[in-house]
């Protein structure tokens, strides 16, 4: 898979500087959340129980959450969009279940776009073009067996990466919850179960 080129996240950031993001009003593009205090408050999906406690991350970690595996030429390139720091945290459940949280704050918004798309096509070859409307700007991949969906609201990314028997609802459910925190609009805390 080639990643996004240094030439793509150029015009990326020559595209933000420009202000002519996506992302629309100015508060909206600047938008900043502490990585690990998003995927802390996040409860428990049914049938799913926490396999470790929220990591902090570095870009080749990040390139291991997003993926499940290791990519030199990936960690180079979040390094190079501007990848500030990350955490994530992940949960299993019966028949190999596993939904694994990835949020990051970037220097800027737009490489996080780009770069979580094509983590995601990466994550589910050959699976269908994934872009929930209740997400604006939402770009992921499902097939029968695996789910991938990146979200990026100001300089944070969103990043889900769902294998097994982890259906649609429960992926979109987290991705509610994780936004709700990163947009700074659920502040009660760690759930019972989380």
């Given at each position: 898979m080639r990643w996004f080129s240094f030439s793509a996240l150029l015009a990326a950031c020559a595209l933000a500087f420009s202000g002519c993001t996506l992302g629309g009003e100015?508060?909206?593009?600047?938008?900043?959340?502490e990585p690990a205090q998003v995927v802390a408050v996040l409860p428990s999906r049914p049938g799913l129980t926490p396999a470790g406690p929220v990591k902090s991350l570095d870009a080749a970690g990040f390139t291991t959450a997003i993926l499940g595996r290791s990519d030199a030429e990936l960690t180079s390139t979040l390094k190079d969009g501007g990848l500030r720091r990350g955490a994530s945290r992940t949960w299993t459940g019966a028949n190999g279940a596993m939904l694994t949280?990835?949020?990051?704050?970037?220097?800027?918004?737009?490489?996080?776009?780009?770069?979580g798309g094509d983590a995601a096509a990466a994550v589910v070859?050959?699976?269908?073009?994934?872009?929930?409307?209740?997400?604006?700007?939402?770009?992921g991949r499902r097939s029968p067996d695996a789910r991938a969906l990146n979200v990026?609201?100001?300089?944070?990314s969103l990043y889900l990466r769902a294998t097994g028997p982890v259906d649609d609802a429960a992926v979109l459910r987290q991705m509610y919850l994780m936004y709700?925190?990163?947009?700074?609009?659920?502040?009660?805390g760690t759930g019972a179960n989380g």
């Amino acid at each position: 898979m080639r990643w996004f080129s240094f030439s793509a996240l150029l015009a990326a950031c020559a595209l933000a500087f420009s202000g002519c993001t996506l992302g629309g009003e100015q508060a909206e593009q600047t938008h900043e959340a502490e990585p690990a205090q998003v995927v802390a408050v996040l409860p428990s999906r049914p049938g799913l129980t926490p396999a470790g406690p929220v990591k902090s991350l570095d870009a080749a970690g990040f390139t291991t959450a997003i993926l499940g595996r290791s990519d030199a030429e990936l960690t180079s390139t979040l390094k190079d969009g501007g990848l500030r720091r990350g955490a994530s945290r992940t949960w299993t459940g019966a028949n190999g279940a596993m939904l694994t949280a990835v949020v990051g704050l970037w220097a800027d918004g737009d490489p996080a776009q780009a770069i979580g798309g094509d983590a995601a096509a990466a994550v589910v070859p050959g699976g269908t073009v994934w872009m929930p409307t209740e997400f604006r700007g939402s770009n992921g991949r499902r097939s029968p067996d695996a789910r991938a969906l990146n979200v990026v609201i100001g300089q944070v990314s969103l990043y889900l990466r769902a294998t097994g028997p982890v259906d649609d609802a429960a992926v979109l459910r987290q991705m509610y919850l994780m936004y709700q925190t990163a947009a700074g609009r659920d502040r009660q805390g760690t759930g019972a179960n989380g």
